[in-house]
């Protein structure tokens, strides 16, 4: 029987068709992004007594496990947080619940030589490390958010103070223990002007800006110093209220990014200045 030559084209188009669609409806899987925690600084970490910590992925929380190499010196739970136990050496490790191979492995030391403490609100994410010893304590802040000047802020700092329990309050930049009556206020100043270059300003260039009296200038006093990572100026002037006391504060610039910020700490009058001088950026 004799296949006209129109109908053996047909059947070749057809067939054409059907291998094109068959092949367009092979799935492609997507390559597996390798997993990142985002809340610990390369392989590294160090807790101290009591201290937490949720740890954080570039997946959700329910797609990630933590487990511990030695429960005795950190804790898991189901939730991703971990526990400094006692103190010591160990490894946890996170991994996909989809793919274990997929996974990043973190040191962990368990040190007794503070006291932790983490806390957030406001934007303001705080650790406070208590030493026992010298009876200080050395916050580490991060705040992002908007300052109570309507300012924003990314930035994270460090100071030094004889106060346990400062908490963050609803503002970004805040922090404070009222029944010590402390409080720490960061502002972003960096649109003022005239603290363009505060790395160049002289003395007289901060009284004219603080619009000090002849009489302020002569118990007024201006610090300089630097670091890596930012200049700084300590502030020192009479209070208005009680001209025997006096106020500190303290601008810094961070040199990565040319952001200007004013800290300010009061307690009462009790070892401020000491606090204002620990402060720098981290």
Known sequence: MKIS????????????????????????QAKTKAIKVTNVKGNKLTLYKNETLNIKTNYKNDKVQVVTNDRSVVKVDGMNWIYAGKPGKTKIIVWLKSN??????????????????????????????????????????????????GKKLDVS??????????????????LNNL??????????????KELKSIEKMTD???????????????KSKVEYSSDKK???VIMTTPNDDDNSK????????????GK???????????????????IKLI
């Open 5 to 28: 030559k129109k109908l053996v084209s047909f059947i070749l188009a057809l067939a054409m068709v059907v291998s094109a669609m068959a092949v367009q409806t092979v799935p492609v």
């Open 100 to 149: 274990h191979k997929n996974q990043k492995v973190i040191n962990v030391t368990v040190s007794n030589k503070y006291t932790a403490t983490r806390t957030e609100g406001g934007g303001n994410s705080v650790r406070e490390l208590y030493n026992s010893k010298t009876k200080k304590s050395i916050y580490k802040v991060t705040s992002k958010g908007t300052d109570a000047n």
């Open 157 to 174: 700092f460090q100071f030094t103070t004889l106060v346990r329990g400062m908490k963050p309050t609803g503002v970004t930049g805040e």
């Open 179 to 192: 029944k010590k009556k402390t409080s720490v206020h960061l502002f972003n100043v960096t649109d003022e």
């Open 204 to 218: 007289s260039d901060w009284f004219k800006y603080w619009e000090l009296s002849k009489s302020q200038i002569k």
């Open 230 to 232: 930012c200049y700084k």
């Open 246 to 257: 006096l106020d500190y504060c303290c601008y810094i610039k961070d040199k990565s990014t």
């Open 260 to 278: 200007i910020y004013l800290f300010e700490y009061s307690n009462n009058f009790i070892k401020e200045y000491d606090t204002i001088k620990s």
